[in-house]
C-alpha cells in the first residue's frame, strides 16, 4: 500500500511540474499575426526628386539577428538621404532593393549568411542611362514576409525567421 507521505509527494511534484510547464503561459500558445504584404517605405519620391538627390556612396550592409521581432536583420546605410524601391521575387525567393543614385563604393560583391533565413547577399553596381544605381539582393532560405523601415541615411529590412 502508498502511503499518504508518497501521496502527497507525488502530488507536489506533479503539481510543481504543472506551474515550470505553463510559467509565462497567457492563456495558451498566440498566434502571431501575419502582415498582409510588405511594406513599403512611407514616402515615395518621383522621379523629379529622386534626381535632385546627390548621389551617395554604399557605406554597409549589417546583417544581424533581432530577437524581439524573431526576423533577421538587414540594415543598408549610405553616405547621404538616398531613394529606393524594394520588390520580392519568387522562384527562387528574393528581396531585391535599388538604391538610387547611388555607388557601391568599397563593398564587397556577395555576403555569404547562411543563417536559416538568408542565405545569400549579392550587391551590383547598376550603370543606368539616368545615372548609377546599387542593386541589392537578398536570397531567401523560403517564402517570408519581410517589413522595410526607412531611416536617417539607412534602409532596415526585417525578415521573419521561420518559426
Known sequence: MISKREILR????????????????????????????????VKTMSPAELKSLPTVTLMGTKIQDNVIESAVRCEITASGAFGSNVVRKTGPELII???????????????????????????????????TAVRITIGLEHKTDYLVTPAANSLIIDVRKRT
Open 97 to 131: 532593393v535599388i538604391l538610387h543614385n547611388a555607388k557601391k563604393g568599397q563593398a564587397p560583391p556577395g555576403i555569404d549568411v547562411n543563417n536559416g533565413t538568408i542565405n545569400r547577399v549579392t550587391i551590383d553596381q547598376l550603370d543606368v542611362g539616368k545615372g
Open 10 to 41: 507525488f502530488l507536489m511534484i506533479i503539481t510543481s511540474l504543472g506551474i515550470i510547464v505553463t510559467a509565462g503561459c497567457k492563456g495558451g500558445a498566440e498566434k502571431v499575426p501575419q502582415p498582409e504584404k510588405e511594406t513599403a517605405p
